[in-house]
């Protein structure tokens, strides 16, 4: 119901580009964000993107990913460029019905790499 993609190998200061294809009962006015999580470390809250278009941001992706949603489409994307080694992890999207609730959908990873 959730399906990611666009994950890869890319050098330091590259770009990528992840997809996440929603089915629309999970995807319509929903919350949508983007999680990440390297071996050995809590998974983080990457992007978040409110039905109205509010976003939210890990303080150390601001300026560098932007988190955007398709509603014809229910796609979520994370565009992600001047990517570094830190954020080489599995990346996760997910759903939740409001702000304050609980995440309660989740696809499948997508991995990046960033080589130095």
């Known amino acids: 119901q959730l399906q990611a993609s666009g994950g890869g190998l890319v050098h330091t200061g590259g770009s990528l580009r992840l997809s996440c294809a929603a089915s629309?009962?999970?995807?319509?006015?929903?919350?949508m964000g983007w999680h990440r999580q390297a071996p050995g470390v809590q998974r983080d809250l990457v992007a978040s993107i409110t039905g109205d278009g509010r976003t939210l941001y890990l303080d150390s992706v601001k300026g560098r990913f932007t988190i955007s949603r398709d509603n014809a489409e229910n796609t979520v994307y994370l565009q992600m460029n001047s990517l570094k080694p830190e954020d080489t992890a599995v990346y996760y999207c997910a759903a939740k019905r409001h702000r304050f609730s609980s995440w309660s959908y989740w696809g499948q990873g997508t991995l990046v790499t960033v080589s130095s």
């Open positions: 629309g009962s999970i995807f319509s006015g929903n919350v």
